[in-house]
């Protein structure tokens, strides 16, 4: 009886250790992904401040 306790213990010590470690890193993928959105808003308005100038200088050519 004392081993299946010690056992049991053994399991759910197992299993606080796997929910802090995906704990963690799902604070960290988090943290990835407000960064990763941040870059594309940036590279979007990137883009379109490209797309408003060549637009501009494709409405001066002749034509």
């Known amino acids: 009886m004392e081993a299946e306790f010690n056992s ?5 010590a197992q299993f606080v250790a796997l929910c802090e470690r ?6 960290q993928l988090r943290q990835e992904l407000l960064s990763a959105r941040n870059d594309a808003k940036r590279l979007n308005e990137k883009i ?3 797309k408003h100038k060549l637009e501009k200088l494709v409405s001066r050519l002749p034509g």
């Open 48 to 50: 379109d401040g490209a």
């Open 22 to 27: 995906l704990r963690a890193e799902n604070i």
């Open 8 to 12: 049991l213990e053994a399991k759910v």
